[in-house]
């Protein structure tokens, strides 16, 4: 009994086991996996896909998020070579995005990265005239750039040691000999002449306290003058203010006198006016007592009529013969 008990355990450990197995190849092949995921299409023509192999991984940010799905060697050389990715659908991948193509040192195992270089860009849904999928844009491997900056620098540092290499060459070599020699004579002859030059150095040390002073007295006079420009200013000011009160006083005078003429002129006027009017007045009635002098002589010159009244036959008012 003791051997049967221990038979099933033993069976019931390799049962399991076998299960273990098969849920771990299970999920090493993928099958497990049911997320759904978005196909995109990249265009490698500057990069080596050494190591790149179907399976391998797609990477965003070092984070796994999805896998190689096919490629294709295309005939024509100016596109390169087709890889097709199959990328987690929840993966927000923009317009701009780029692809590069890195691989591991030790292994040599290849895998594809993405990186999105616009931050507020559309997402990459749009298709390309006869693309079934999205094409991400190929970019340029950190690999590459570190790769292009150093033979930059190889090609500098060329360059420098081949401008050394002419700076120390023979005749460069001459001439700094020569230079140094020249050198040395002037700093004896300058040497020679340190007790003239110590002498001039006196004499222009004088020369400039002497127009230090003169620049003081010049100073004094330049403020002597400034002072007294600034007296005369004032003054100037002063009599300006006067000769402008006198203009003032004149043009109200002129002002004044102007209005008293134009009121003497109004004051003629109407005195002209009724000086005129009179004398017409007086004329009328001298011209009416004039009428009547003459109506009275003519009466005077009829005493009869006066007397006696009309003749006869004499007309009467508005009367025609």
Same mark, same amino acid.
């Given at each position: 009994?003791?051997?049967?008990?221990?038979?099933?355990?033993?069976?019931?450990?390799?049962?399991?086991?076998?299960?273990?197995?098969?849920?771990?190849?299970?999920?090493?092949?993928?099958?497990?996996?049911?997320?759904?995921?978005?196909?995109?299409?990249?265009?490698?023509?500057?990069?080596?896909?050494?190591?790149?192999?179907?399976?391998?991984?797609?990477?965003?940010?070092?984070?796994?998020?999805?896998?190689?799905?096919?490629?294709?060697?295309?005939?024509?050389?100016?596109?390169?070579?087709?890889?097709?990715?199959?990328?987690?659908?929840?993966?927000?991948?923009?317009?701009?995005?780029?692809?590069?193509?890195?691989?591991?040192?030790?292994?040599?195992?290849?895998?594809?990265?993405?990186?999105?270089?616009?931050?507020?860009?559309?997402?990459?849904?749009?298709?390309?005239?006869?693309?079934?999928?999205?094409?991400?844009?190929?970019?340029?491997?950190?690999?590459?750039?570190?790769? $292009? %900056? !150093?033979? &930059?620098?190889?090609?500098?540092?060329?360059? =420098?040691? *081949?401008? @050394?290499?002419? +700076?120390?060459?023979?005749?460069?070599?001459?001439?700094?000999?020569?230079?140094?020699?020249?050198?040395?004579?002037?700093?004896?002859?300058?040497?020679?002449?340190?007790?003239?030059?110590?002498?001039?150095?006196?004499?222009?040390?004088?020369?400039?306290?002497?127009?230090?002073?003169?620049?003081?007295?010049?100073?004094?006079?330049?403020?002597?003058?400034?002072?007294?420009?600034?007296?005369?200013?004032?003054?100037?000011?002063?009599?300006?203010?006067?000769?402008? $009160? %006198? !203009?003032? &006083?004149?043009?109200?005078?002129?002002?004044? =006198?102007? *209005?008293? @003429?134009?009121? +003497?002129?109004?004051?003629?006027?109407?005195?002209?006016?009724?000086?005129?009017?009179?004398?017409?007045?007086?004329?009328?009635?001298?011209?009416?007592?004039?009428?009547?002098?003459?109506?009275?002589?003519?009466?005077?010159?009829?005493?009869?009529?006066?007397?006696?009244?009309?003749?006869?036959?004499?007309?009467?008012?508005?009367?025609?013969?």
């Amino acid at each position: 009994m003791e051997s049967e008990a221990r038979y099933a355990w033993v069976g019931a450990m390799l049962i399991a086991l076998f299960l273990a197995l098969a849920v771990a190849l299970y999920w090493l092949s993928g099958a497990s996996d049911k997320l759904p995921s978005t196909r995109y299409t990249v265009y490698f023509q500057k990069q080596s896909l050494e190591g790149l192999q179907i399976g391998s991984e797609v990477r965003m940010r070092g984070i796994h998020v999805g896998r190689v799905a096919d490629y294709r060697i295309l005939p024509d050389t100016t596109r390169g070579v087709r890889v097709l990715l199959e990328v987690d659908a929840r993966i927000p991948l923009l317009e701009g995005a780029q692809a590069v193509v890195n691989r591991k040192l030790v292994t040599g195992i290849a895998g594809v990265d993405l990186s999105n270089t616009n931050a507020g860009a559309a997402p990459l849904t749009r298709l390309l005239p006869g693309e079934p999928y999205p094409v991400i844009t190929e970019g340029v491997p950190e690999i590459t750039r570190m790769t $292009g %900056v !150093l033979e &930059d620098l190889g090609n500098r540092g060329g360059e =420098t040691l *081949a401008r @050394i290499n002419t +700076l120390l060459s023979d005749n460069n070599q001459r001439a700094l000999a020569s230079t140094l020699a020249n050198t040395r004579n002037l700093t004896g002859q300058l040497a020679a002449s340190a007790p003239a030059l110590q002498a001039t150095l006196e004499e222009s040390r004088r020369a400039a306290e002497r127009l230090e002073q003169v620049g003081a007295t010049a100073d004094a006079a330049i403020t002597a003058a400034g002072q007294r420009i600034d007296t005369l200013a004032a003054r100037s000011v002063d009599t300006l203010n006067s000769v402008r $009160g %006198v !203009l003032d &006083d004149a043009s109200a005078t002129l002002n004044q =006198t102007r *209005a008293d @003429i134009g009121q +003497l002129s109004l004051n003629l006027r109407l005195a002209t006016d009724l000086t005129s009017q009179d004398l017409q007045a007086t004329t009328k009635v001298l011209r009416d007592g004039a009428g009547s002098l003459q109506h009275t002589a003519r009466a005077l010159g009829e005493p009869e009529r006066i007397l006696f009244g009309p003749q006869p036959d004499s007309l009467g008012p508005g009367e025609e013969r």
